[in-house]
């Protein structure tokens, strides 16, 4: 090949490529753009920095840091194993644990449970309403993304309004990160949190029976007992349609 034509050639193949960028760089405006405005300009996308102060990894074992493990024993006969994370949001963390060694949850209701969606409790008054004497705490947001078993702070639309209602996630919602205080994860027990009772809020709803922390090794309560049969009665008999 002569150096003419290799330089004829080389100079289309650049006017190409230089074709081919300006369609890329203004293709996610060109959508919203209308024909003859003024040229598409390049848009600024600040690059994503993934954090390195929050470590993601859940310690699965509940026998290590027991001081970070939450038990919650559910009328529906399950145990819930919950690893609490201080490093995600120590001062929710904080908050959780007294309220749990005052008694605060014993007997609670799961109050508004969505079905693919989500569990929420913490709310003595069982109306979603409700909360604890204690003040609001500060938004403690982070990076951690809200996954199947993830037991974030609810709130209002104020940010800084999360107090003692709390909810368990049945599936992953991104949508939810940046946006509620992720808190803690399930690391065993989800099977009880699947068997919750559904509705805003459900007809016969699921209570926590009582909640503990792993170092103060409270024992599980009696689980409950199963429903009685139904006593037989003469007219049965006489009325029974069997052979």
Do not use: C
């Not at 310690?59 to 290590?64: A, E, G, Q, S």
């Amino acid at each position: 090949m002569s150096s003419t034509g290799g330089s004829l050639m080389l100079s289309r193949f650049l006017i190409t490529m230089a074709a081919s960028t300006v369609l890329l760089a203004g293709a996610p405006a060109l959508a919203q753009g209308a024909p003859g405005k003024d040229p598409v300009k390049p848009i600024k996308v600040d690059r994503v920095v993934s954090s390195q102060a929050v470590q993601y990894a859940v310690d699965m074992d509940p026998t290590h840091d027991p001081e970070n493990v939450l038990y919650l024993d559910l009328s529906n006969g399950g145990r819930v194993t919950i690893r609490l994370k201080p490093d995600w949001a120590p001062h929710h963390v904080e908050r959780i644990k007294q309220l749990v060694r005052e008694g605060f949850y014993d007997g609670i209701i799961f109050h508004r449970v969505i079905d693919g969606f989500m569990a929420q409790t913490g709310d003595p008054t069982g109306t979603g309403q409700g909360g604890s004497k204690l003040p609001d705490l500060k938004a403690e947001f982070n990076d951690v993304p809200h996954l199947r078993g993830t037991v974030s702070m609810a709130r209002t639309d104020e940010p800084d309004s999360a107090n003692s209602q709390f909810f368990i996630v049945f599936y992953p919602r991104m949508g939810l990160d940046h946006k509620y205080t992720n808190f803690a994860r399930v690391i065993g027990g989800m099977d009880a949190v699947d068997a919750i009772v559904r509705g805003e809020p459900p007809a016969n709803p699921t209570r926590i029976v009582q909640a503990s922390i792993g170092a103060d090794n409270k024992p599980r309560p009696a689980p409950p007992a199963p429903a009685a049969a139904p006593a037989i009665t003469a007219d049965m008999l006489s009325n029974s349609r069997s052979n």
